[in-house]
């Protein structure tokens, strides 16, 4: 009989298994997302030379997940912007494509980043 897999685990397995076929370059680096139960944070990374280039966490906006996940977005969209980063490879975290992580990609694509 399989053993049967937690949530986390599951979310990490499938983490797992993106992050094998993405990485981040000098010129299209990684957008990685982490979602908590109370907050979402977003990274540009360079997995070549194992760099953050920007970041933007739920902190620094109040309100309710779906708007801190768009203003989170909306932050890191002009973040990279300004440090010359227009495309980059969206890393989902093993999260599904919905709520939160669709309203962050939403506001990051209107605030200029293409992925």
Do not use: W
Not at 5 to 31: C, D, N, W, Y
Not at 95 to 106: E, G, T
């Amino acid at each position: 009989m399989p053993k049967t897999l937690t949530k986390a685990a599951s979310r990490t397995r499938r983490h797992k298994r993106v992050r094998g076929k993405i990485s981040g370059t000098e010129a299209r680096p990684r957008l990685a997302v982490f979602r908590s139960n109370r907050f979402i944070s977003v990274q540009v990374i360079n997995d070549d030379a194992g760099t953050t280039l920007v970041t933007a966490h739920g902190r620094e906006f109040p309100g309710s997940l779906s708007v801190q996940a768009a203003a989170v977005g909306k932050a890191i969209a002009e973040r990279a912007v300004a440090k010359g980063v227009k495309a980059v490879v969206f890393d989902r975290g093993g999260y599904s494509y919905a709520a939160q992580i669709k309203a962050l990609a939403d506001a990051a694509r209107a605030g200029g980043l293409s992925f």
